[in-house]
């Protein structure tokens, strides 16, 4: 069976892959769990010499890359150029990060990490490169071999990356096996695998822990957000709205830490919003080689209907509509802007996923933490303002929480999400060595 890739912005096709039978998914793992036995007695330094050289082989690559990467994507070009380049960037450096953090301690302690065996990669559409390499690299350096499952929306950009790394990896090292829901159950219920790396959604997080269960498999989940905007009213309200528009419209809003709610106090609301809606209306819509144009299209029709349904859902329940607030043709979303945001709307309660400024204009700073952490989820969170800031963002309930500016510390930080949001972590030391068993001997 083939599984066929389209491009968003005009539904035509690009290109096919063969899904996985379940027969070659037991297949690929049981090669993997050989060829890990030679793979885990390779020195460190030879692991991540050999690692780090594939993703700078990939540099000559790049543009050809990027150009898959936003026709079957849809994002524009020089944020594809910029995932590609990040992608060999961090595959490159986070092997040298992983292989310092994963090598036996010079602290004389008792402490080593060991290889787990066979580890399952399962990533989502929207940073097809990115979330992949952030979980196979340091899954790799610590003595793993990995069967990566791209999603079925972006098979081709997966596809492509994985044979030039593996131009220069050893055979068996890393495997692409292609396929939706299905194919990612048998790879994630295999009894060969050791561990499931994984970033998507929520719901699939919870069929992959249950399903892991059954033999207790390690899990690095890196899961869907619902991230708060928190404004006060010190805020330096142009910032603070040229970041609200950014962050919701990064990526088509299709971005895990877009923002996706704000809370800002009532004496300073209209202004903010004013300034929103003055910075939003510059925003526009197109394909990923038209320039000036921001917002690509979203991805799937799926996630069209989604955003639809929360518009519609918001609408019914008071919210307004200050710019934007419907499809513009194809899989195009209008650059929105809407107020009255109410804790019953499935705006405000789910992550929307669109291109979707929704603002809530609170009585006090209470109210807006009470409303910020009032979620499952707890990947991000935002605040703008001056005195009170860093005491509110000590308040909130995330796992990576930004102070007049985007969450995520970047360089050696941890990328983690709190509650629902996250099981394990990657990067930084204590990411690295999620890949691994701690053994203690002596
Ligand atoms: P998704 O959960 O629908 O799918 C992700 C992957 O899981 C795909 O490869 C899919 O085929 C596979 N899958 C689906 N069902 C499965 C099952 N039962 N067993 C095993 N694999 C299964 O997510 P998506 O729509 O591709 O991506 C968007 C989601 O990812 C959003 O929720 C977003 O917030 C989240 N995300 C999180 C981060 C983060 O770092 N926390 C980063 C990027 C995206």
């Not at 044979?163 to 829901?181: K, Q, R, V």
């Not at 605040?383 to 309930?397: I, K, M, S």
């Not at 990067?427 to 701690?438: E, S």
Request: proline content about 4%.
């Amino acid at each position: 069976m083939k599984l066929t890739s389209f491009d968003p912005s005009n539904q035509q096709a690009l290109g096919r892959v063969a899904v996985a039978t379940s027969e070659q998914v037991h297949q690929c793992v049981q090669t993997a769990k050989v060829y890990q036995q030679q793979w885990r007695q390779l020195p460190m330094a030879d692991r991540v010499e050999i690692v780090h050289k594939a993703f700078m082989s990939v540099s000559p690559y790049s543009d050809e890359l990027a150009v898959l990467l936003s026709k079957e994507m849809g994002k524009d070009i020089d944020r594809s150029t910029s995932e590609v380049r990040g992608a060999i960037f961090a595959g490159s450096h986070f092997a040298k990060e992983a292989g310092a953090a994963l090598s036996p301690r010079a602290d004389g302690s008792n402490i080593s990490y060991r290889p787990l065996g066979v580890c399952a990669v399962i990533s989502p559409w929207n940073y097809p490169l990115a979330m992949a390499v952030n979980l196979i690299v340091p899954a790799l350096i610590a003595g793993n071999t990995v069967v990566f499952k791209p999603s079925e929306q972006t098979p081709l950009i997966a596809e492509k990356f994985v044979a030039y790394l593996n131009e220069h990896l050893p055979s068996n090292l890393l495997t692409i096996i292609h396929g939706d829901e299905e194919v990612g159950a048998k790879l994630v219920e295999h009894e060969d695998v050791a561990l499931v790396a994984f970033t998507g959604s929520q719901a699939v997080g919870k069929k992959i822990m249950k399903t892991a269960a059954a033999s207790l498999k390690r899990l690095v989940m890196e899961l869907g957000g619902n991230d708060p905007m928190i404004v006060l009213k010190d805020a330096d309200l142009d910032a603070a709205a040229r970041f609200a528009v950014a962050s919701s419209f990064e990526n088509a809003g299709q971005m895990c830490t877009s923002t996706e709610r704000i809370y800002v106090e009532k004496s300073v609301a209209q202004t903010f919003t004013d300034k929103v809606v003055a910075i939003a209306s510059y925003y526009q819509t197109g394909c990923w080689d038209e320039p000036n144009a921001h917002i690509g299209p979203i991805v799937s029709q799926k996630q069209v209907t989604k955003i639809i349904d929360h518009m519609e859902d918001a609408k019914a329940k008071g919210a307004q509509v200050l710019l934007g607030g419907s499809v513009q043709h194809g899989n195009f979303f209008s650059p929105t802007v809407l107020t009255q945001l109410t804790p019953n709307m499935l705006m405000e309660r789910e992550e929307t996923f669109g291109p979707i400024v929704a603002i809530a204009e609170v009585d006090s700073v209470a109210e807006a933490i009470m409303r910020a952490n009032d979620s499952d989820y707890g990947l991000g969170a935002v605040v703008f303002g001056q005195a009170q800031a860093r005491d509110v963002a000590n308040q909130l309930e995330a796992g990576m929480i930004g102070i007049n500016k985007g969450p995520g510390g970047g360089g050696a930080s941890p990328w983690v999400g709190a509650k629902q949001s996250g099981l394990g972590f990657h990067g930084g030391v204590d990411g690295h060595r999620q890949f691994a068993q701690v053994t203690v001997v002596g």
